[in-house]
């Protein structure tokens, strides 16, 4: 049974930086990716970044590439987001997924959320 961990949201000023973590825990881990999410206040949920564990191919939206940066480290578990130069339009609620399956590429495993606040 694996569970996801998100953490490192807080409060920024526009233009700041932040680096969001999501560990995963289990007696085993297997993803095929590892993604992460936002919600908006008063938005639908939308994709950000993935990478995929193996090869650690990234992709991103349109609206964050460039600016954002998705990396992980296997031995740890663990997948990041840096992200530069935010934006009010970043402030969001993030989550992260993983597929549970190195074969499996829909998410099926889902962290509890960062609230990420970005100030003018």
């Known amino acids: 049974h694996v569970q996801l961990q998100a953490s490192g949201g807080g409060l920024v000023q526009a233009g700041g930086s932040l680096r969001l973590s999501c560990a995963a825990s289990g007696r085993t881990f297997s993803s095929y990716k590892m993604g992460w999410f936002r919600q908006a206040p008063g938005k639908e949920r939308e994709f950000v970044a993935h990478?995929?564990?193996?090869?650690?191919?990234?992709y991103y939206a349109d609206s964050v590439k460039g600016w954002f940066t998705i990396s992980r480290e296997n031995f740890k578990n663990t997948v990041y987001l840096q992200m530069n130069s935010l934006e009010s339009e970043d402030t969001a609620v993030y989550y992260c997924?993983?597929?549970?399956?190195?074969?499996?590429?829909?998410?099926?495993?889902w962290g509890q959320g960062t609230l990420v606040t970005v100030s003018s």
């Open positions: 997924a993983g597929t549970g399956s190195d074969y499996r590429t829909d998410y099926i495993y």
């Open positions: 990478i995929l564990w193996t090869g650690g191919t990234t």
